[in-house]
């Protein structure tokens, strides 16, 4: 039988603007590692593996240098922007099959200004070669635009189109979590803005404006996982939230048929990843109080409540318009302000994300709590592609 898996410890740093802060991989892994470890109550040295998430390829050993040197297997991890989730799939696998008691997964990211580019590398085949060639044979190529907007904001487009959804339900997803982030002391931006101005920002790809879509950021974020064997070792019960399901999904060929962009963008792997979490998890998305989700663009938010199943496919701004996925409503999504708001340091990302649905079930996110949040769902997903999707519980 499979050991159970807990999250003792959480912490990471503010995510920041690209180069405002002077600091390097090193100082960004000792404050969150050091913030997660002081958290579970434990030193380092009882950290059996660490697996530490780069999507631009940060050297992992190095990184923890100035945390410690226990001479312990340090594995780095990269997987587009779902490298953090990976990296803790990878710590709670080692811990699931017995093969430690207690592991490290942490993520970090120094990143460029601007929009993310469409590959890392002198290679012709990048990492979206494949999700490129396949969107343009149903939309044409804008060379004016950045490629991650275009492809997500190419998704918005269709949905629209389909099934009727307008440029207005988009951006009340980006004041949404705009306003989330104002009591959120990690966030990149905490500034609160009207629907108008949402609307009125600079247009990025029609329909998204520039408050609708992640920025660039600097930032990392550590989550501490323990067997139940640990957890009773060091009297953890009070603080320890069980990743009761935890599921990675990939490519299949729908992922390229008729030449969908919201298939493209990762549909059909953010579904399968939640029925497999919450198969595992035996629960069900009415079940679910609180959800982290990948929101790189308010269009992939949108068509993720139709993946996750909180809506029927095509019907996911009905959402919207009932305001069900904000406080007083059926779920709360991203209280934390989410990627657009919080920021996006492509390493730290997923891990953030387990980091703020851990405070959420301890009931200890203040400003930013969930009413009785019982269960919780993290989504985190990465084109190239592979969706990350958890389902986490209290452990008592």
């Excluded at 390097?24 to 000792?30: G, L």
């Excluded at 312990?72 to 997987?79: D, E, G, K, R, Y």
């Excluded at 029609?206 to 974020?221: E, H, I, R, V």
């Excluded at 399968?272 to 079940?287: C, L």
């Amino acid at each position: 039988m499979a050991n159970r898996t807990f999250v003792v410890g959480v912490g990471m740093t503010k995510f920041e603007k690209p180069g405002s802060r002077d600091w390097e991989y090193p100082d960004m892994a000792k404050e969150a590692v050091g913030k997660a470890l002081e958290d579970a109550g434990i030193p380092y040295d009882r950290i059996e593996q660490a697996y530490a998430g780069s999507a631009y390829g940060a050297m992992g050993q190095r990184a923890l240098y100035e945390t410690g040197m226990t001479g312990i297997p340090v594995m780095t991890v990269s997987n587009a922007c779902a490298t953090g989730s990976s990296a803790l799939f990878m710590a709670r696998q080692a811990i699931k099959g017995g093969l430690a008691d207690c592991a490290l997964a942490f993520g970090m990211e120094k990143m460029q200004k601007g929009s993310l580019g469409a590959g890392v590398g002198r290679s012709k085949v990048t990492m979206i070669d494949h999700h490129l060639t396949s969107m343009t044979a149903g939309r044409p190529w804008e060379a004016d635009k950045a490629p991650m907007p275009q492809m997500f904001g190419n998704a918005g487009r269709e949905h629209i189109e389909k099934y009727g959804s307008a440029p207005e339900h988009y951006a009340w997803i980006g004041w949404k979590n705009h306003k989330h982030s104002v009591n959120n002391p990690y966030a990149q931006f905490q500034d609160e803005y009207s629907l108008d101005d949402v609307k009125n920002a600079p247009m990025i790809y029609d329909p998204l404006t520039k408050l609708q879509c992640s920025p660039t950021s600097d930032g990392a974020a550590a989550a501490i996982v323990a067997s139940e064997r640990f957890v009773d070792e060091h009297d953890l019960w009070e603080q320890a939230i069980e990743i009761a399901g935890h599921a990675i999904a990939t490519d299949v060929p729908d992922s390229f048929e008729d030449h969908s962009s919201i298939r493209v963008v990762g549909f059909g792997c953010s579904e399968r990843a939640a029925r497999t979490a919450m198969d595992e998890a035996q629960v069900g998305i009415d079940d679910v109080d609180v959800i982290e989700l990948h929101d790189c663009f308010s269009a992939n938010e949108l068509i993720t409540y139709e993946a996750l199943g909180m809506a029927a496919v095509g019907e996911g701004h009905k959402l919207v318009d009932d305001e069900a996925t904000t406080y007083g409503g059926k779920w709360v999504v991203n209280p934390s302000g989410g990627l657009i708001s919080k920021g996006h340091p492509l390493g730290a990302t997923g891990i953030a994300q387990c980091a703020e649905l851990t405070w959420q079930l301890r009931g200890k996110a203040g400003k930013r709590q969930v009413e009785n949040a019982r269960v919780a769902l993290q989504h985190n997903i990465g084109l190239g592609s592979a969706c990350a999707v958890a389902v986490y519980k209290p452990a008592a």
